[in-house]
């Protein structure tokens, strides 16, 4: 496996990683971003990108999809390059004090700094807990609906008592063969609206409801799904014959492997030196809502302030013997990297 | 003259001070807002709001004019209280260990807390060393021209060897009855474009060059100028009958009053503590360019990230008892102030 060279490895593709892209461009630093999403804007782009955001400066009102499409739009004239869909692994000290990261994709890039920018972690659906789920993954069983199409004339079950499940039923039920709806109590956690036209497909007999059920197991040859077991409270079990299961459990966070680099950790936080950024590891930064110390505010505008602040010390650490010629952006605009 | 109250006074109305306005309002602060220069955005409005700007996070490029209008607008809903064109002359604290700041025209203001923005310091014009200045000012000398046709037909002396100097000659020669263009040396500090053609208009005998000469003093009557008196390096004295005196010498940046407050200076800045921006003096806080502690960037990012800081402490220092319930602003948009 090849291995790519860069000089800040940032982890983490959130509005304050891309902003770290553009801040250590303007201290001439190129930089690779990674990022467990399939898309680059973290929390923003996949949690609320349809909210507006009130307390960026000079933003009266800005929806999170359009400050995470400008803050790329500010970090492209740095070419930076981005792996997405993939979690950084593992974490190796070369004996020149330089950085290997792999990711989960087997990615492997050999940095000088570190900059993590991973906000909550790493964060992903709640999988339910099947013995043999991962057969079925990306094959018979989907946490997000990507295509709504994919599912005409299926045979569907959808399990969670949420937003996302009722909203996925209302809107599959239409043109899937069969919904079967699966949540562990009798009340929904759903918009009122929303259950009522639930119960309403149910009483005529267009959807199932199985409450208060859990899912209990898959059946199935080479992730070809055939029946979803369900399990009531009460220990009743039912069998319902499937092509689909769409498991609505909401979002994990965790801080994954990051949580074994022996960082100085305070629950889910890293420990930084506020002026600074710097862990206790050499060269490794973190910045953003992961970022701890003393009366932390943890707005996205202070870790923009901390991406400026860790750019600055990498550039120093990276060229210590050198004086850095500090410039306004009014004055030299923005530099060519190359 | 009555005394105007509020929980946060704000000295320095430029992208600091306003979007510090904003940070108070979202933690249920008002403010009112004292800067020296007659509108709202300091250095960004008054010294390059043409200039693009390339470092805030969220814009690849935004001139600076825009970006004061922008924050203007963000604070507006907080309905903070101008005082522009006065300088903060004194402060006062009272036994109920609140502020009294009193400015240049007199504008009293009782206050909770102070945030000082004042970035260098207040800036102006900088005034020609002459006896009886101050009686022409504002009659027959400007240090602004606001409206080029206040000039015409009029005989001006125009002062000083840089840019603003030499452009203000070539366009208000063709109106003015006659321009005298006074500089201490041969050589002009402005765009060699510039120069060149003011020596066409001197030869063409349109304008006169009174090089290298320095202004000596001025002669007229209730600040009706008759006479502009110059002085050669040499000694010889010229007298030049004018109705204006036009010194254009350059902007002088001073911390003014606030030097004499018993606040914690380094030089023309004021120590804070980086985790609250709180200076030595209760209830008084300092951010942006003018506030410095270890490592500090002079960023306008910066800036803001101790405007939010401050807001936090403030709202605190006020309310000490209270544990503030922190909202994201995309959760509860902007709260209503009153």
């Not at 250590?24 to 955001?53: F, S, W």
């Not at 359009?66 to 390059?81: G, T, W």
């Not at 305070?266 to 809502?289: E, K, M, Q, R, Y």
């Amino acid at each position: 496996m090849t291995i790519q060279t860069t000089d800040v490895a940032i982890i983490g593709a959130g509005p304050v990683g891309l902003f770290a892209v553009f801040e250590c461009g303007m201290m001439r630093l190129n930089c690779h971003v990674i990022d467990t999403l399939e898309m680059v804007g973290g929390q923003c782009a996949a949690l609320y990108p349809e909210k507006p955001i009130y307390d960026i400066p000079g933003f009266p009102e800005v929806l999170a999809a359009d400050l995470i499409d400008r803050l790329k739009a500010q970090a492209a004239p740095f070419e930076p390059v981005y792996h997405l869909n993939q979690q950084v692994m593992s974490l190796e000290k070369t004996p020149e004090e330089l950085w290997i990261l792999e990711t989960s994709k087997g990615t492997r890039i050999q940095t000088k700094a570190i900059v993590i920018a991973a906000g909550v972690g790493a964060f992903g659906p709640n999988r339910p807990p099947l013995e043999n789920l991962e057969e079925f993954e990306e094959k018979s069983v989907f946490y997000y609906v990507k295509n709504r199409e994919a599912f005409r004339n299926k045979r569907l079950v959808i399990a969670g008592g949420g937003d996302s499940a009722v909203d996925w039923a209302l809107s599959l039920a239409p043109i899937a063969e069969k919904v079967t709806v699966v949540h562990r109590r009798a009340k929904f956690r759903a918009a009122p609206e929303s259950e009522a036209k639930l119960h309403k497909l149910a009483s005529d007999g267009i959807i199932d409801l199985a409450i208060p059920y859990q899912l209990e197991g898959l059946q199935g040859d080479n992730g070809v799904l055939k029946t979803v077991v369900l399990k009531s409270l009460g220990g009743e079990m039912r069998e319902v014959p499937a092509d689909v299961l769409l498991p609505f459990y909401g979002l994990a966070m965790n801080l994954g492997p990051i949580a074994d680099w022996g960082l100085d950790l305070n629950g889910t936080h890293i420990h930084v030196a506020p002026d600074s950024c710097a862990t206790n590891l050499p060269g490794v930064f973190a910045i953003g809502d992961i970022a701890t110390y003393p009366h932390k505010l943890k707005l996205i505008l202070t870790g923009f302030a901390e991406a400026a602040q860790a750019a600055h010390t990498i550039r120093t650490y990276l060229h210590p013997g050198e004086v850095y010629h500090f410039e306004y952006s009014t004055t030299s605009g923005v530099p060519e990297l190359k």
